[in-house]
């Protein structure tokens, strides 16, 4: 196997983006921001509508890999790191996170910055960079994106570990299965829905992210683009639907 931070592999409509240091728990080097980013565009330019994103070896994301950022993390990395967001934010396709044993820090972002995520019933999401002094721009991006101020509050500033099924009551996590379904639930939902008219799931996502101008009516504002889905009405077959 390559010994690239990052690997991207495309599919038949779909891709997957894999952290790739299981020895290190899939924690982040510093050139992982760039490979993400690199491998985000490789997929998306290859056709991918859905994106798997998920870590080698059986867990998700460590965080940053501390041993290698001691002299700080360099403008390089924050520029990445940002500029990674940023282009998820923007991503056309549709992201799923295959949460397995933890996200913790720079990996709970990468998480919470995912459309959908498959947590394990032991996995465990931790923002707890406040605990240690740091600040967590990228999860407090993605936290006020997606959550109530509430919620928000209990992981940025609690720093406390927020399990499984929490995530799937408060809305943070779309699906929890046992353990040792994650990526196999993940993968066949990525499959599933890779098999769905082009143009749909990218018209939904951006009308689920455009801002609303001021005065403008949410009703029109969620209207389908050109090319990015209202066919006419057909049947759906239920085992096309699953959660």
């Given at each position: 196997?390559s010994?690239?931070p990052v690997?991207?592999?495309?599919h038949?409509g779909w891709?997957?983006?894999v952290?790739?240091?299981?020895?290190r728990?899939?924690?982040?080097?510093?050139e992982s921001?760039?490979?993400?980013?690199?491998?985000?565009?490789?997929?998306?330019?290859g056709?991918?509508r859905?994106?798997?994103?998920?870590?080698?070896?059986?867990t998700?994301?460590?965080?940053?890999d501390?041993?290698?950022f001691?002299?700080?993390?360099?403008?390089?990395w924050a520029?990445d790191w940002?500029?990674?967001h940023?282009d998820?934010?923007a991503?056309p396709?549709?992201?799923?996170?295959a949460l397995?044993?933890?996200?913790?820090?720079?990996?709970?972002a990468?998480?919470?910055?995912?459309?959908?995520m498959?947590a394990?019933?032991?996995a465990?999401?931790?923002?707890?960079?406040?605990?240690i002094?740091?600040?967590a721009p990228?999860n407090?991006?993605?936290?006020?994106?997606k959550?109530?101020?509430?919620?928000?509050?209990?992981?940025?500033l609690?720093?406390?570990?927020?399990?499984?099924?929490?995530?799937h009551?408060?809305?943070l996590?779309w699906?929890?299965?046992?353990?040792?379904?994650v990526?196999?639930?993940?993968?066949?939902?990525?499959?599933?829905?890779a098999?769905?008219?082009?143009?749909?799931?990218a018209g939904?996502?951006a009308a689920?992210?455009?801002?609303l101008?001021?005065g403008?009516d949410?009703f029109?504002?969620?209207?389908?683009?050109?090319?990015q889905g209202g066919?006419?009405?057909?049947r759906?077959?239920?085992s096309s639907?699953?959660?």
């Amino acid at each position: 196997m390559s010994d690239a931070p990052v690997l991207a592999t495309r599919h038949e409509g779909w891709g997957e983006i894999v952290l790739n240091r299981p020895d290190r728990r899939n924690a982040l080097a510093p050139e992982s921001a760039k490979a993400l980013r690199e491998g985000l565009s490789d997929l998306l330019a290859g056709g991918a509508r859905v994106l798997l994103l998920r870590g080698e070896g059986g867990t998700f994301c460590s965080g940053l890999d501390v041993d290698l950022f001691q002299g700080g993390a360099g403008a390089a990395w924050a520029a990445d790191w940002t500029g990674f967001h940023r282009d998820l934010h923007a991503c056309p396709a549709v992201v799923i996170c295959a949460l397995e044993r933890y996200a913790i820090n720079a990996g709970a972002a990468l998480a919470l910055g995912s459309d959908l995520m498959v947590a394990g019933e032991g996995a465990i999401l931790t923002v707890g960079e406040a605990a240690i002094g740091m600040h967590a721009p990228m999860n407090l991006a993605w936290l006020r994106l997606k959550a109530p101020e509430a919620v928000a509050a209990q992981l940025a500033l609690g720093a406390g570990r927020m399990a499984g099924p929490d995530l799937h009551r408060l809305g943070l996590a779309w699906a929890l299965v046992p353990d040792a379904e994650v990526q196999d639930h993940a993968r066949a939902a990525a499959i599933r829905m890779a098999g769905w008219p082009a143009g749909t799931l990218a018209g939904i996502k951006a009308a689920l992210r455009r801002p609303l101008p001021q005065g403008e009516d949410v009703f029109d504002a969620v209207q389908a683009r050109p090319g990015q889905g209202g066919a006419a009405p057909s049947r759906v077959a239920p085992s096309s639907i699953r959660g």
